[in-house]
């Protein structure tokens, strides 16, 4: 088996964020579990555009399985421990972005008039 695993990087309203995540999000819907991501996305206080990058990764052999939430503790560990982990121990699979518009409104549903 072999973990499969995404850096990830939020930029929002000038603030930044980044994160490990097991798979490869691809969509906002991939990243609604993590609670930082919501505080990222609540504190903004207007309309913004958000985008998202992510460089996908694969270590071991084997099939690839989602990395889970507690492997990714122990990757991140290994990567403060060795700045070339992700090139010497890791195949980089693919990188992703995408972007989106957020608004607090249309997320609690207010439609206000201009």
Request: aromatic letters at 8%.
């Amino acid at each position: 088996m072999s973990l499969l695993f995404s850096a990830v990087g939020i930029k929002a309203g000038g603030v930044e964020l980044k994160f490990l995540t097991g798979g490869i999000p691809r969509e906002l819907e991939d990243l609604e579990k993590y609670v930082r991501v919501a505080n990222l996305l609540m504190d903004q206080p207007e309309d913004v555009r958000v985008e998202v990058q992510a460089s996908a990764y694969r270590c071991g052999v084997g099939e690839p399985e989602p990395a889970s939430w507690d492997d990714l503790p122990r990757i991140m560990l290994q990567m403060e421990e060795n700045p070339n982990f992700l090139s010497e121990q890791c195949s980089h699979v693919e990188d992703v972005s995408f972007s989106f518009d957020w608004s607090q409104r249309e997320l609690f549903g207010m439609k206000m008039e201009m």
